[in-house]
C-alpha cells in the first residue's frame, strides 16, 4: 500500500497543490487516516487499500464507519481500491449503501495497477 500512497500523494501534489494533499494525517485521537487533502477542518480523507481480501474489507469498512464519526461534516471521504477484485469490491456495497443513506459522503474508486 505504501507504493500507491507515495505515487498518489506525488500526482496529487503535482496536479492540485492548492488541495496541500498529505499522508497520515491524524483526523482523531486514535485515527490515522492515509491521506488528506484539504486541512485539519475540512477537506476529503482518502483511505488506499491494495489487493484487498475478504479480512481487509471487513477492516476497511471498520475504519470508514470509525473515520466517518470523528470527521462528520467536515468532508467526503474516498476509499481507493488498488489491483482488488472486482468481485472483493463488491462485498462493500451494502455498508456504502447504509453510509450513504445516514448522510455521509462516500465514493469509492477502483484503481487500475
Known sequence: EREYQDRLLKRLRMSMPEANPRTERWIGERERADLLL????????VELKARASTTMI????????????????????????????????????????????????????????
Not at 484539504?38 to 480523507?45: E, I
Not at 489491483?83 to 469490491?89: F, G, I, L, R, S
Open 58 to 113: 471487513r477492516d476497511l469498512v471498520g475504519q470508514a464507519w470509525t473515520y466517518l464519526r470523528v470527521w462528520r461534516g467536515r468532508g467526503p471521504m474516498l476509499l481507493v481500491l488498488f489491483k482488488t477484485d472486482p468481485e472483493m469490491a463488491a462485498r462493500l456495497q451494502p455498508d456504502l449503501a447504509l453510509m450513504r443513506k445516514e448522510g455521509h459522503a462516500v465514493l469509492t474508486v477502483f484503481a487500475a495497477p
Open 38 to 45: 484539504g486541512d485539519d477542518q475540512a477537506g476529503v480523507l
